[in-house]
């Protein structure tokens, strides 16, 4: 996942969020702070970012930001992306570096 993905969602929905919903809100954003203090959070790299000029140049706007971003980081450091949306990342990633563990 990309972390600003995440975090940008549930800090618009602390910003914009009704008054008798921003008691959740907050509290669902301090649950995601904490919860991504568990992980070890993989840095966008000068690498990734040269990865992900030439994603965007080859796919240019047939992909979404988040994917491409996963992908650059995931070719940088050699990773494995692990995803239920292979389909997404199988022009993106070569095959050796794609699971889906939701499935047998």
């Not at 549930?10 to 954003?29: I, S, T, W």
């Not at 030439?54 to 450091?77: F, W």
Request: proline share 3%; hydrophobic share 45%.
């Amino acid at each position: 996942m990309v972390v600003a993905e995440v975090l940008r969602g549930r800090a618009e929905f602390a910003l914009k969020g009704e008054p008798d919903r921003l008691v959740n809100a907050y509290h669902y954003l301090a649950l995601t702070i904490e919860s991504l203090g568990r992980f070890r959070i993989e840095p966008f790299s000068v690498a990734a970012a040269q990865h992900m000029e030439e994603l965007k140049r080859k796919h240019q706007s047939r992909k979404r930001y988040a994917d491409l971003q996963l992908a650059a980081i995931t070719l940088a450091g050699g990773h494995c992306l692990v995803t239920r949306n292979l389909k997404h990342f199988k022009d993106l990633v070569p095959a050796s570096q794609l699971e889906n563990w939701m499935e047998d």
